[in-house]
């Protein structure tokens, strides 16, 4: 089996030629550095490419001197490297858009906590010469593949980088489920809902649910219940290569979302059926770069209490 990071980059030039921007809507810092970062790329010798809705909203529409519009379609066919500035939600949407088209990513933290934009804004420009001279780190991520069944027939068919939820919906009752793992029945549970996480979602949602912190080189997916009824139902580890059926057996407004970006709404005999995807998502980090240095700072590991 070929190294999946290798093929994440094969036919790609070493030294990328072309470099699509892609950031948060509806945010003045973020215009500035889109700005200033398709600039420098320019000077560099790199054709750049603006996201088409980042540029609508941002003020960047097209500019043949320095830039061009192109949708994520155009950018998975034309880019070398994409790079998001913004938060997490920035980079989850752009990993599901470009996962089939195999673009690396590269993350500039224009957010709050930012597991997966490891470049601090104003480390930006310095890492770029990095970037430019093929001295990035590459780690592979993966996903998962999920489709939502009503009587037999898909409903929906969607990509998650960090999780997919099945939950109680805006209504405060629990709701119940069977689990089911490679066809084999696990357990009926009744609780607020259930999170499939990835090894990349477990620092997210899954995190504050006590679910456990899994390093990405984990070949595993985490399933956490979200308060369950019974104490007894703790959060389960399974293999990455296992096929999980959730079905909702009582519920009253039960709801399925996909790395918190995708929502459908859930009926009874409703089936949610995950597995991971053919896809993963090449995360490109700087020189020095380590997960558990991450960990430190994002979660302040080893920090001093204060002294009031």
């Not at 597991?115 to 010469?129: H, N």
């Not at 997919?164 to 489920?177: C, H, L, S, T």
């Not at 703790?234 to 407004?253: H, K």
Request: aromatic fraction near 6%.
């Amino acid at each position: 089996m070929s190294d999946p990071l290798v093929s994440a980059l094969a036919g790609r030039p070493t030294v990328p030629r072309t470099i699509a921007l892609i950031g948060k809507y509806h945010s003045p810092e973020i215009a500035e550095s889109l700005r200033l970062l398709a600039r420098y790329l320019r000077e560099r010798g790199i054709a750049v490419l603006i996201e088409e809705e980042t540029g609508r909203n941002v003020g960047m529409q097209l500019d043949p001197q320095s830039w061009a519009s192109a949708d994520f379609a155009l950018i998975g066919a034309q880019a070398d490297i994409a790079i998001v500035l913004g938060g997490d939600g920035t980079m989850l949407n752009a990993a599901r858009q470009l996962a089939r088209f195999r673009v690396p990513l590269v993350g500039v933290n224009q957010g709050r906590l930012g597991f997966m934009t490891d470049i601090a804004r104003d480390d930006m420009l310095s890492c770029m010469d990095d970037l430019l001279a093929g001295k990035f780190v590459l780690e592979n991520r993966m996903l998962l593949d999920a489709e939502v069944l009503r009587d037999g027939a898909s409903m929906l068919s969607t990509l998650a980088l960090n999780d997919i939820v099945v939950d109680k919906g805006a209504i405060g009752r629990m709701i119940e489920f069977g689990l089911f793992i490679d066809g084999e029945f696990i357990y009926n549970l009744r609780s607020d809902g259930l999170i499939v996480a990835t090894p990349t979602g477990s620092t997210a949602y899954s995190l504050s649910a006590n679910g456990p912190i899994m390093h990405p080189q984990v070949a595993g997916i985490a399933l956490v219940p979200l308060c369950p009824h019974a104490l007894t139902n703790r959060p389960i580890l399974i293999g990455d290569r296992s096929e999980i059926e959730i079905r909702i057996i009582q519920a009253t407004d039960s709801r399925a979302h996909f790395d918190g970006q995708v929502t459908v709404d859930l009926k009874r005999d409703d089936a949610v059926r995950i597995r991971r995807s053919e896809y993963s998502i090449c995360f490109l980090h700087p020189p020095g770069y380590s997960y558990f240095a991450m960990l430190r700072q994002k979660l302040h590991w080893s920090e001093q209490p204060k002294v009031h």
